[in-house]
C-alpha cells in the first residue's frame, strides 16, 4: 500500500491525465501539480493520534503492472503514526511537517525537502497547519529478482562481447 486509508480509493480512480494516456495507448503520463485536483483521502482513524487531520490525494501517474506511482498529497494540522507499505520518496512542497522515526530521529520536512521511508517503517507526523508533498512509491523488490536481474544484465554483456 503506498498511501493509507482512503487513499486507496484515490488510487483506484486516477487522475484524467493518467485515464487520457491509457485510453490513447500513450507510453508517456503529463500531469500537472494542481491542487484543485486533490480529493479527499482520508488517514486511518486508528492512524490519527492528536487533532483531526484530513489528507487529499491525486494520482499522477501510476506503473502499468502496479509496482509504482507518483501522488500529490496534502494535509491540515493533526498528529498521525504513517505506516510504509511501500518505498516512498517525497518532496515537500509547501507548508511544515515534523517527522519523528521510530528511532526518535526527528526530520523537519518543508519546501524543497525530500525524504526516503523504506517500506516496512513507520514515522509519526506532526504537522502544524498544513504540509502539501510529492510522493514517488514503488512497491519493493525482492532481494532474489535484483539476483536475477543482474544475472541477465552480465549474459548481455557476455552476450555482446561473443556476438558483438
Known sequence: M??????QEAKRTKTSAV?????HGQAFTQSFVD????MPAPIRPEWVLEGDPKAMCAVLARHKFGWGDACHWSCTAGKFRWHYGWDESVMFLEGGVRITDEAGHVYEGKPGVTLFFPAGTSA???????????AFNQK???WYLHYQSRILERLKGVGKKLFG
Open 2 to 7: 503506498t498511501l493509507a486509508g482512503g487513499l
Open 124 to 134: 509519526v507526523w506532526e504537522v502544524p497547519t498544513y504540509i502539501r508533498k510529492l
Open 19 to 23: 485515464n487520457e494516456a491509457a485510453r
Open 140 to 142: 519493493p523488490v525482492p
Open 35 to 38: 491542487k484543485s485536483q486533490l
